[in-house]
């Protein structure tokens, strides 16, 4: 069992940064595979980002690539997405996810087996 925390959302201007953060809970944190996803209100959740146990494998949604940045500590059990270059079509409620492998595992889509309760980021024009 892995309980996830969120922070580091907010309100920020059309081009600017934010740097998410997730927390997790237990002392296996290093056996996860690790996830951002997001949700607009009236969209489905879509995936953002995801990387692997050892943090040198990531993977990027196309919308997103070039702009932001997962990464993890396993020593502080905290994955992070940063955020840069924001559009108006970032705005969503963000959500960190955690998995265990499995042999039908996919690191953009999953399924993944722990969830946060999300961050909001609003970003205006």
């Known amino acids: 069992q892995v309980q996830l925390v969120e922070s580091g959302g907010g309100l920020v201007q059309a081009g600017g940064s934010l740097r998410l953060s997730c927390a997790a809970s237990?002392?296996?944190?290093?056996?996860?595979?690790m996830a951002w996803f997001r949700q607009a209100p009236g969209s489905e959740r879509e995936s953002v980002a995801a990387i692997v146990r050892s943090g040198v494998g990531t993977y990027y949604a196309d919308s997103v690539k070039g702009r932001f940045t997962i990464s993890r500590d396993n020593a502080k059990n905290t994955v992070y997405l940063q955020m840069n270059s924001l559009e108006a079509e970032d705005t969503a409620v963000y959500y960190c996810?955690?998995?265990?492998?499995?042999?039908?595992?996919?690191?953009?889509?999953?399924?993944?087996?722990?969830w946060g309760q999300g961050t909001q980021v609003t970003v205006s024009s």
């Open positions: 996810a955690a998995s265990m492998w499995r042999s039908t595992f996919t690191p953009l889509e999953g399924p993944y087996d722990y």
């Open positions: 237990g002392r296996t944190f290093s056996t996860y595979y």
